[in-house]
Structures are given as C-alpha cells and as structure tokens.
C-alpha cells in the first residue's frame, strides 16, 4: 500500500477529479479528510473512503484551520495536501469578466493554495516533513482565449508550487503540481466550454490532445499517487501534465 497510515486532505473531493483522488488515495492506505463547500457530496466521499468529511471555504483562513485541526483531531497528524478545489468564470470575453468573478477565481484557485501552507506547513515542519500537490491545468502552459483570469491563476498556482519547493525543501516537504487537460467529467466542464457539453463540443477539445482521449478522474489520481508517495521522495517543484500531450 503506497499510502499506508498516511493522512491527506483533498480539496474539493466531493466530485470530478477531487473525489477520484480521495477513492484513489484511500485504496493505497492513506487516512483521506475530504474537504468540499458542498456538503453532500463531500460526506459522501468521505463515508465512501472511511475519511472524515470537513465543509469548508478553501478561500478562507478560519476554514482551513478547521480542516487542519480536523485532520489532526481524528489521525493525529497530516501528511499530504492536495489542493484540488478550483473555479473558473464562463468562457467569454476578457472585457466581460466581472471584477467578482476575477476575484472569486484568484480566492479559490490561488490563496487557497497560500492559505493551505499558512496552516498546513507548521505541523508538517513539527512532523519532520510532508507534501503538498497543487492541482493547476494545461491552461497554465497553453492557455486558451476566453479564459484569460482562469488561465493566469493556474500560471501563479505552477509558479507557487516550484516556489514554495524551494523554500519548503530544508524542512523535507515536497511541493509539486499536476496540470490535468480538459475533461468532461468535472464540474467546471460547462464554463469551460462556455455553454452545454455537446458531443461537437468534445469533438473540438478532442482535436487538440494527440492521444485522442480526455483526462479521467484516475488518471489524476495516479499522478496525484506518485507525488504523495514515496516512491517521489526526490521529486519537489515539478508538474506532470496528464493531458496526452496537449502541450508538448
């Protein structure tokens, strides 16, 4: 078991690729705290895994010392983070893009990611070491028009991590990053189509990745695997792209 006696917090868990990395984790041992703003799905993650569910605003301070406390109250320690949770506005227009929307996009996709390491990283430094895996996007690298704020959150969300690495690494903990491409089996597959998920829709995001398929929830939660085990003892402030070389 890769992740035996682990403890990890997944964000967003409660669908899409949060909730495949929390199945995923908790089959190779890891103790899972699934996080999610929705509480249905999130419980039913976290009673599908035997974890402990947290309801809790990743853009907010107080709730990740909830969550962090939480892991520590029920496991007695906290190993791995992921940051998965995310948001973007609808594809559109830069000049449409609402000052809220900006806003909401950097709370969630990018302070999350500070506030995680706020709260996470003392406890970690006390423990003698642990990881963190930041969930950006191929948007990041090859960005798309229509989604210029999303895209420049999930540049800083890879800046950060390969920063955070560097100056987290006296204190042995890894920071890595895994970049996904489009699939229509998360939440945000709408906005990012900028409408409904139609089957030309698919046809159009298809002919962009050279192997010929989307990104499923497992094939993050493997990469996400690799990074939180030890099998990536020596791998700190790097991204794996699971998107069949869309960006090569």
């Not at 003698?128 to 895209?151: D, E, H, M, Q």
């Amino acid at each position: 078991m890769r992740l035996k006696d682990k403890v990890a917090i997944v964000t967003g868990a409660g669908s899409g690729f949060g909730a495949g990395i929390a199945r995923r984790f908790a089959q190779e041992g890891a103790k899972v705290v699934a996080n999610d703003i929705n509480a249905e799905g999130g419980a039913r993650v976290a009673k599908e895994v035997g974890g402990e569910f947290v309801q809790a605003d990743v853009a907010k301070g107080a709730d990740w010392a909830k969550l962090v406390a939480a892991a520590i109250a029920r496991f007695g320690r906290l190993d791995i983070v992921v940051n998965n949770a995310g948001w973007t506005h609808r594809r559109k227009p830069y000049v449409e893009v609402t000052e809220a929307e900006f806003d909401k996009v950097y709370a969630i996709n990018v302070k999350s990611i500070y506030l995680s390491a706020l709260h996470a990283l003392p406890v970690m430094r006390k423990q003698g070491g642990g990881c963190f895996v930041n969930i950006a996007s191929t948007a990041g690298l090859r960005p798309r028009p229509g989604l210029t704020v999303y895209n420049s959150s999930k540049g800083a969300v890879i800046l950060m991590s390969k920063s955070m690495a560097a100056e987290f690494g006296p204190d042995k903990v890894r920071v890595n990053c895994v970049n996904p491409v489009f699939s229509p089996e998360t939440a945000l597959s709408a906005e990012f189509a900028g409408g409904a998920v139609t089957e030309e829709t698919k046809k159009a995001f298809l002919a962009t990745i050279p192997l010929g398929r989307f990104s499923t929830p497992l094939d993050v939660a493997n990469a996400c695997l690799y990074l939180a085990s030890d099998e990536a003892s020596m791998i700190s402030g790097s991204c794996i792209e699971v998107d069949g070389a869309r960006c090569v």
